[in-house]
Nanobody, 124 residues
Framework: HVQLVESGGDSVQAGGSLRLSCAIS????????MGWFRQAPGKQREGIAS???????KYRDSVKGRFAISKDNAKHSLSLQMDNLQPGDTATYYC???????????????????WGRGTQVTVS
């Protein structure tokens, strides 16, 4: 098992930036596919960025060029840098981990086994 705790959510104006962090604890010795997901009210949870154990990253088309996922294995943390935020990015953002390699590019809920509780991002 791993435990995931997100932080960094906030309210920002359109065009602004935020950096989300995810602290990873527990059984960190295994290989995991790590990802960021988001869920807006009334909508399904969607994958927006993932990073495999070998460093390969994948992004949802709507965030390409604006968001960047990174991980620090030494600090057991995952980050998401979000630039040029737009009102459509408003959602609760979740950190997630899937055992093994990334399947479905790590952008599907079905690819993940562990979830954080989320952090709210509001863009006005």
């Amino acid at each position: 098992h791993v435990q995931l705790v997100e932080s960094g959510g906030d309210s920002v104006q359109a065009g602004g930036s935020l950096r989300l962090s995810c602290a990873i604890s527990g059984n960190t010795d295994r290989r995991y596919c790590m990802g960021w997901f988001r869920q807006a009210p009334g909508k399904q949870r969607e994958g927006i960025a993932s990073v495999d154990a070998d460093g390969t990253t994948k992004y949802r088309d709507s965030v390409k060029g604006r968001f960047a996922i990174s991980k620090d294995n030494a600090k057991h943390s995952l980050s998401l840098q979000m630039d040029n935020l737009q009102p459509g990015d408003t959602a609760t953002y979740y950190c997630a981990a899937g055992i093994g390699i990334c399947v479905y590019d790590g952008l599907s809920v079905a690819a993940m086994d562990y979830w954080g509780r989320g952090t709210q991002v509001t863009v006005s």
